[in-house]
Every structure is written in C-alpha cells, then in structure tokens.
C-alpha cells in the first residue's frame, strides 16, 4: 500500500518568501507529525495533529510556522518570512491511534528538503 | 525533560564485524517506549524496534539485537556480522504521551553514522 508522501521533495526559498510543504498520510491514520530535521541532527518534533484537531504545537519554533489539516488527511506547513535558520528537512509521519495496550508506529515521509538561501 | 543521548557520532567498521550503537535516556516518565530507526542515505526513516519501559528482556530479529537496561537509562543496538547494507544513520527515540488517546511525540537523539566497509 501506499506510504506517507511528501511534497515537493526538494524546495529552494529565498529569504524573505513564503512557503508550503504539504504531506499525504496513509489511508485512515488518524494521528499525523511534523518534525524538522537540521543537518546532521536527529528530528525534532514540531507539531501534532488527531483528525483535524491540532492538539500540541510546543514545538513550532516561531509564529512564521503554522500548520493545518483541514479535513483531517493532508497537512499543510506553512513557513512564512522564511529564513535561513530555518533550511532543514522537514518529516512527516502518521499512525493510527493506539490499541489500549498502547502500541502504536509512526509512519515517515521521505521528507522535503527546505534550502533558504 | 526528555533527552535522548548518542556519543557515538560516526562509527566505521570492516563487513562481517559485529557493532554496538549506544544510547542513553533520560526522562521522567514510569511508562514510556523506546525505538531504534533507521536512514539511509534516501532520507526515509525505517522503523526498527519498538521497546516498552515495563519490558526489559533483550531482544533477536535476525542479526539485530537490543539491550535494555533500565538501571542504566541505556537502550543500545548491537548488529552482529555487518554487512554494507547496513550502511545508514541509526537514531534512538524516546517517547512522550501528549494526549489521553496515548498518543505519542518521539525525541530523537542526534544519530550514529554508521559505515561498513567492504
């Protein structure tokens, strides 16, 4: 079946514009995560959504990211004023909700390469 | 806070050698989960394993294995006979729940390059 998608795979900003990363979950996962990964580091989450309801943003660096999910499937994330602190790869991954003994995975995109330049 | 610590930050040995990537962990948490992902040089991250904080027993899948010592705060990946396949960075994640459903957000440790040699 299907993985989770990532598009565009590779995105080239200039300082100061806009841009918007979109990421396809797998069918019927409900749960979907953002993470930012810089070079050489490991990811770092982002944000968090359940259907469409966006329950932790704790770790949006600045008020220029927002992310939504409308209708509880694609998300969008949206870096406004972009600058170049903010090149990294950007990860998506989606899950199901958990069974009660808790067990879950998250699924990962490919990822989208951010350069701001 | 959660803080997941890998030392290791490039490790190269010789195919057929066994290896050990280390981690350390640090939360505050009574249940939690351990993970052990995989990226190749694509970029995807492969899930590997997946450890609750109430299971100590080691695990075997094949040529990979897990130590989970909880005395230590340490969960580390031992692969015995590296092939080049094996070639990818290794990250160690750490669990937290963020909602009643126990759904969780992951706190990666900065990763181990591993290089196998041919």
């Known amino acids: 079946g299907a993985g989770v998608s990532q598009s565009p795979r590779y995105k080239v900003a200039k300082r100061g514009q806009d841009v918007a990363l979109r990421c396809d979950p797998i069918?019927?996962?409900?749960?979907l995560f953002w993470y930012q990964q810089a070079l050489g580091q490991g990811p770092e989450f982002l944000t968090y959504?359940?259907?469409?309801?966006?329950?932790?943003k704790s770790g949006l660096p600045s008020d220029r990211f927002f992310a939504e999910r409308p209708e509880g499937s694609v998300s969008t994330l949206k870096i406004q004023r972009t600058q170049q602190e903010d090149s990294a790869v950007y990860l998506c991954?989606?899950?199901?909700?958990?069974?009660?003994?808790?067990?879950?995975?998250?699924?990962f995109g490919p990822g989208t390469r951010l350069t701001v330049t | 806070a959660q803080k997941v610590t890998q030392a290791q930050t490039e490790i190269s040995v010789v195919e057929k050698e066994d290896v050990t990537l280390d981690c350390v962990y640090e939360?505050?948490?009574?249940?939690?989960?351990l993970f052990w992902y995989k990226q190749p040089p694509s970029g995807e991250l492969v899930f590997l394993i997946r450890?609750?904080?109430?299971?100590?027993q080691n695990e075997i899948s094949g040529r990979y294995s897990w130590n989970f010592q909880k005395s230590t705060s340490s969960f580390n990946f031992t692969i015995t006979a590296s092939q080049v396949v094996d070639s990818a960075v290794y990250f160690c994640a750490l669990s937290e729940v963020i909602s009643n459903f126990g759904n969780e957000k992951l706190t990666f440790g900065t990763g181990t390059r591993l290089t196998i040699i041919p």
């Open positions: 450890r609750n904080s109430f299971d100590e």
């Open positions: 991954a989606s899950s199901l909700i958990p069974s009660a003994q808790g067990y879950y995975e998250q699924y």
């Open positions: 959504f359940q259907n469409e309801a966006q329950l932790d």
């Open positions: 939360t505050r948490d009574t249940t939690y989960y």
């Open positions: 069918s019927g996962h409900v749960s």
